[in-house]
């Protein structure tokens, strides 16, 4: 069994052994794509192919859809020439259900798969042609929340931005710059209208896309790169930046997953990782559960994906789900997890939450600190979700989410995840912010992390983050057992707001973070007696 056009012709052997395939004409749904493609995706991971593409395979089984998806890959190309050109776009969906049963899905709704690079000249003017179309309605993306970001830590343009800012939209080298580039082939086309939809998991989604392509629109427009109104264009009415909220766990592939499939008779599923360190596989596992709200707002119309289950609403109610979700719900505990995991040594986050101190740790910091600045949205209700998330997503067995994919970028979620918090106590009238014991205890823990040593006293990798290189500059300045200046060596760190969404001096939770840090410095096993001392 290939995994592929070919392969897939012998329907009955794949039913056979339990998949469900595509119930439409593939090649005419291909025809149409390409005559008047209504949906282009960036970025071609995980959850792209658990959730989006199964949403249109859905509607294209119902009869809903009568056109399927574009994929674009503009950070690592090999994904696409690797993964999906070998395969047809096709992938297999493994669904793994909390009571132990396994869904298997062939998706079949991508069926294009392009790299977003100039210098892949056939695939870039396949996608400026893309751009030109008036069918298209939405471009979307999930290229994590650091393929917005345009500067380094200190400010100043990436060395690729700044070389798209000077050159202009011809030959674009970064991720953002490429997408104004094409956007603006939109605009050349007559100012077409488009929804520029960022899917990605964190806060106001939609701003931080709008931003960054208007910064490159704003100046080529003032350099005279462009046609004059470009950046009238971006910022005006016809292209849009909804918000979103996104809710689905994808996990890198499993080999236990990748087993069950070999055994099932499938053939070609090696995990392939790029030399961008990217981990893709034929398959893709992942949870049941999915949400993703969308703000409505789509100048050039849309198709009816309500019928596949997303939720379409107002800018509000997707602020409040969204809040709801990466400020209290869910994205804290799975950060808190992904810390104290690393350091106690557990390769799932599931296994974690047999941990009685740890299962506390999140059930407090949920229930009791976060939910009280929870505004309910109306659309889903906080504590039915929070208990899904604590009883039935995270402890799922059969999940095998990892501590360490986690822990990537924790110096980028912080302040989302916990500082939005920590600023909706200390404008309460109600609330003392000093009342936050257990959020002060993981960004501790973090710290402890950061210094590289587990609980036990071994050495172990760190998650990448953009920003290991200056906090490990200050970590290592600490020695496991050994005193040290906590005020003088911490605070820099403390005092930094875009850290932590505040100064924790400023919101006088700097002293509890050193305290607590400073007792899990004592020696091995101290993360743990901390823990257990705090979490009673």
Known sequence: MRLNEEGLKNRQEWEAAGYALPQYDRQAVKKKTEEAPFWIHFGAGNIFRAFQANVVQNLLNDGVL???????????????????????????????????????????????????????????????????????????????????????????????????????????????????????????????????????????????????????????????????????????????????????????????????????????????????????????????????????????????????????????TVDKVEKMKVCTCLNPLHTTLAVFGCLLGYDLISKEMKDPVLKKLVEIIGHEEGMPVVVDPGIIRPEKFLDEVLNVRIPNPFMPDTPQRIATDTSQKLAIRFGETIKAYMASDKLDVKNLKRIPLVFAGWLRYLMGINDKGEKFELSPDPMLPTLCAVMEQVKLGESFDAEKILKPVLSDEKIFGVDLYKAGLADDVIKYFTEMNAGPGAVEAVLKKYTA
Not at 116 to 130: C, V
Not at 142 to 162: P, R, W
Not at 280 to 309: M, Q, T, W
């Open 66 to 316: 009568d056109r399927g998806l574009i994929a674009a890959e503009g950070f690592d190309g090999e994904i696409v020439e690797k993964l999906y050109r070998p395969h047809d776009s096709y992938s297999v969906l493994v669904t793994l259900k909390a009571d132990g049963t396994v869904e298997k899905t062939v998706v079949g709704s991508v069926v294009e798969a392009l790299v977003a690079d100039p210098a892949k000249e056939e695939d870039f003017s396949r996608l400026r042609e893309i751009f030109r179309q008036p069918s298209l309605q939405m471009a979307t993306f999930t290229i994590t929340e650091k393929g917005y970001s345009l500067k380094n830590a200190a400010g100043e343009y990436l060395d690729a931005v700044a070389a798209d800012m000077e050159a202009g939209p011809e030959k674009p080298v970064s991720y953002i710059g490429k997408v104004s580039s094409l956007l603006y082939e939109r605009f050349l086309a007559g100012e077409l209208p488009i929804a520029m939809v960022s899917m990605d998991n964190c806060s106001h989604n939609g701003d931080k896309l709008c931003a960054a392509i208007s910064a490159y629109a704003e100046t080529w427009d003032k350099k005279g790169l462009v046609k004059e109104g470009f950046a009238a264009y971006v910022s005006g009415k016809k292209v849009s930046f909804p918000w979103t909220m996104i809710d689905k766990i994808t996990p890198r592939p499993d080999e236990t997953v990748k087993g069950i499939l070999l055994n099932d008779g499938i053939e070609d599923l090696d995990q392939i990782v790029t030399s961008k360190k990217t981990y893709a596989a034929p398959f893709v596992n992942a949870e049941e559960c999915e949400y993703l709200v969308i703000e409505d707002d789509f100048p050039n119309g849309r198709e009816a994906l309500e019928k596949g289950g997303l939720i379409f609403t107002d800018r509000e």
